[in-house]
C-alpha cells in the first residue's frame, strides 16, 4: 500500500496570492501595456471608468460578427441569440446583485439615467407639494440634480443629511430628517469623492422603520464590494457598466417588484408595449415596461461578460486586494509632506483624495500625466463635497483590481516631483 504524503494546508495568504494574481490580470487589459509620456502607464482614475478586458471586447465583436440582429422580436436564428445573450446578462446581474427575480433588472444607460428613471416615474408618482426628499451631503451630482428638478416642478424640499470633518455620514442627523413629509431617501453606497462607504443596511432599517423607500446610488461600490440587494432591504440600487470593467453607455437599475408594478413607464414605444391601438396602450410586462425602443445590446452583452469577468476573480478577492493598496497608499501619500487627505472615513473604498498645500490640483494633475500617471482632480461632480471642506477641488487617485503597491510608489514618486518643481 502506498502512502500519499499530505501537502500542508496554505495559509490564507498563500491562497489569496494565489488566487490574486494582480501581473496575470494585468495581462487581461491591453491597454495598461503602454508607455505615456515615455513612462509605463498607471492608471488611477477607475473612479472615473474603468479598463475593460479582453472578454468584455471580445464579447462585444462576437455580437457583432455572429449575432448581430434586433431582440425579442425575430423568430430567426440570429434574433434568437442575440435575445438568449441579451437576456443571459440580465440574469448575471440579478445574481450579481442577489435581486430576487431578473425582472427586477432594468436595463438602462447607467446610474445617471437609472436615477432619472426613478425621479421621474416614482418621484412624479409620489412626491408632491410640501413633500420632501432626503440625500447626503456627499452625493454626486447625478444623485442631487435629478432630485432637485422633481421637488422644483413639485414644490417639494430637498433635504440634505450633513457629514462630519472626516466624510462620514451623521447618522443621527439623518434620521431626525425622516420625516413624515419624506417620499424618498436617496444615498450613495460608495463616495466617489470621498471614499466613503454608507452604511446602507442602517440607513434602509431607519427609513423603513417610517415607510420611506430608500434608493442607492450604487455606481463606486457595485465594482468594490459585495452588493447583496435583498441584504441591505433597499428598493432602487443604481449601477454603471463603464465603472465595473464594462462598456460605456449601459447600466441597470434594481427595483423591488412591488414598486416597479405601480411605477408608470419611464418612455414609450416600442417593446415596452403588450398591445397599443389609437384609444389604449397596454403596457407590457417587467422588465420591458421599461426598456422602450431597441436597446444597447451589444454593450449589454458585454457588461454580461464583465459581470462574468468579476466573478471568476472573486468579488471579495478584489475587495481585499483593493483595501490593501488603498490602505497602503493611504499610509505613502499621507506621510509627504504638505498632503492632505480629503476623506478619511473609517470605512473607506477606492479612492484617495488629496490636496498639497500651495499647489493647485490640475497641476498636480498635469504633473504626474507627465510621469504617465493618470489621476482626476477637479470637484468629481460632487461640488456640494468641495463646498463642504472648503476646498475648489482635490486630486484624485482611484483604485481598480488590477491596481498594484509599485503603481502607488510611482504615484508618491510622482507627488515628490510636483513638489519640487512646484512646491
Ligand atoms: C457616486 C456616483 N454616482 C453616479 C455617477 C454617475 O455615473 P454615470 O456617469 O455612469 O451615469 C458617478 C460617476 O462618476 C458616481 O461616481
Known amino acids: 500500500m502506498s502512502t500519499v504524503a499530505k501537502t500542508p494546508r496554505p495559509t490564507d495568504a498563500v491562497v489569496s496570492a494565489r488566487v490574486f494574481d494582480v501581473e496575470k490580470i494585468r495581462r487581461d487589459f491591453p491597454i495598461l501595456q503602454q508607455t505615456v509620456h515615455g513612462k509605463p502607464l498607471v492608471y488611477l482614475d477607475n473612479a472615473a471608468t474603468t479598463q475593460k478586458p479582453l472578454a468584455v471586447m471580445e464579447a462585444v465583436e462576437n455580437y457583432y460578427r455572429r449575432d448581430n440582429s434586433n431582440i425579442h422580436r425575430g423568430v430567426h436564428t440570429l434574433s434568437e441569440r442575440a435575445t438568449e445573450h441579451y437576456e443571459m446578462a440580465r440574469t448575471s446581474i440579478q445574481r450579481f446583485l442577489n435581486a430576487a427575480d431578473s425582472k427586477e433588472i432594468i436595463f438602462v444607460r447607467g446610474t445617471t439615467e437609472a436615477i432619472n428613471l426613478v425621479a421621474q416615474t416614482y418621484g412624479r408618482q409620489n412626491v408632491g407639494s410640501g413633500d420632501e426628499v432626503l440625500i447626503t451631503a456627499m452625493e454626486h451630482h447625478s444623485n442631487i440634480v435629478p432630485w432637485q428638478m422633481l421637488c422644483e416642478e413639485k414644490g417639494a424640499k430637498l433635504r440634505v443629511a450633513p457629514i462630519n470633518d472626516q466624510g462620514e455620514l451623521l447618522l443621527g442627523d439623518f ?18 469623492a470621498l471614499g466613503t462607504i454608507n452604511p446602507v443596511r442602517e440607513i434602509v432599517r431607519m427609513a423603513h422603520a417610517k415607510n420611506i423607500p430608500v434608493l442607492v446610488d450604487g455606481a463606486q461600490a457595485a465594482p468594490r464590494m459585495k452588493v447583496d440587494v435583498q441584504e441591505l432591504g433597499c428598493d432602487f440600487y443604481a449601477i454603471s457598466g463603464h465603472k465595473m470593467y464594462g462598456p460605456t453607455g449601459i447600466g441597470a437599475l434594481y427595483g423591488k417588484t412591488k414598486l416597479l408594478e405601480a411605477m408608470p413607464p419611464y418612455q414609450g414605444g416600442g417593446d415596452m408595449i403588450a398591445s397599443v391601438t389609437f384609444e389604449k396602450t397596454v403596457y407590457n410586462r417587467l422588465p420591458y415596461k421599461f426598456e422602450a425602443g431597441t436597446p444597447n445590446i451589444a454593450d449589454t452583452i458585454g457588461l454580461g461578460a464583465a459581470i462574468e469577468y468579476l466573478q471568476q476573480l472573486g468579488v471579495e478577492e478584489i475587495e481585499r486586494h483593493e483595501h490593501d493598496v488603498l490602505a497602503y497608499a493611504t499610509r505613502q501619500v499621507g506621510a509627504i509632506r504638505g498632503i492632505t487627505i480629503v476623506g ?57 483590481l488590477y491596481n498594484s503597491r509599485e503603481e502607488v510608489d510611482a504615484l508618491v514618486a510622482g507627488i515628490h516631483k510636483v513638489i519640487e518643481v512646484l512646491g
Open 344 to 400: 478619511t472615513a473609517k470605512e473607506k473604498a477606492g479612492v484617495l483624495s488629496f490636496t498639497i498645500d500651495g499647489i493647485h490640483p490640475h497641476d498636480i494633475g498635469t504633473i504626474l500625466d507627465s510621469e504617465g500617471i493618470a489621476v482626476r482632480t477637479g470637484h468629481h461632480c460632487a461640488q456640494p463635497v468641495m463646498q463642504r471642506f472648503g476646498i475648489p477641488a482635490t486630486a484624485r487617485a482611484s483604485f481598480g
Open 175 to 192: 434620521e431626525k430628517l425622516l420625516g413624515p413629509k419624506t417620499k424618498l431617501a436617496a444615498v450613495s453606497h460608495l463616495s466617489n
